[in-house]
């Protein structure tokens, strides 16, 4: 997982084209304009808005995925966003394929508050769940979810 300021995201190129083209986007685009939903870019990355509300995540379920790099922007609000490595967790849902996921359960082994001055990337040994509340508060709050294939 790799969280950090958006003013540092272009400091990440050089991982994968993909991501490189999905953070040349991202740097790129006003997202508060745009549809919720899901907004196909192109073969390399897509994103979803949505406005959620915030929750009790500390005895959620962590899932991860292996086909798409996830990199969460809260545009609005505030999440708690935890992570841990997948060979730390049990495995408690298998693999799906057509859905891209599957659930651990385990301690957190980060525990990020993501805002709209950063973001969170997220790869697919990062097993994550998100939009916690901090310290406990119920919001609603406008969210960028960029899905990148990993390559």
Do not use: W
Not at 7 to 14: E, F, M, Q, S
Not at 37 to 54: L, P, S
Not at 122 to 137: R, T, W
């Amino acid at each position: 997982m790799i969280f950090d300021t958006l003013k540092n995201l272009k400091k990440y190129k050089g991982i994968s084209k993909n991501l490189d083209a999905a953070i040349d986007f991202i740097a790129g685009t006003d997202f508060r304009g745009s549809s919720e939903g899901k907004t196909d870019v192109c073969e390399a990355f897509y994103y979803t808005k949505a406005t959620i509300e915030t929750r009790d995540i500390t005895d959620a379920p962590f899932e991860a995925h292996r086909k798409y790099i996830d990199i969460f922007i809260p545009l609005t609000g505030r999440e708690i966003v935890k992570t841990a490595d997948i060979g730390s967790l049990t495995e408690t849902y298998p693999y799906q394929d057509a859905d891209d996921f599957y659930l651990f359960e385990g301690p957190a082994q980060v525990n990020a508050v993501n805002t709209p001055e950063t973001f969170a990337l997220l790869f697919p040994q990062d097993a994550h769940n998100s939009a916690g509340g901090v310290d406990g508060e119920v919001i609603e709050f406008e969210k960028i979810v960029v899905k990148v294939r990993v390559e």
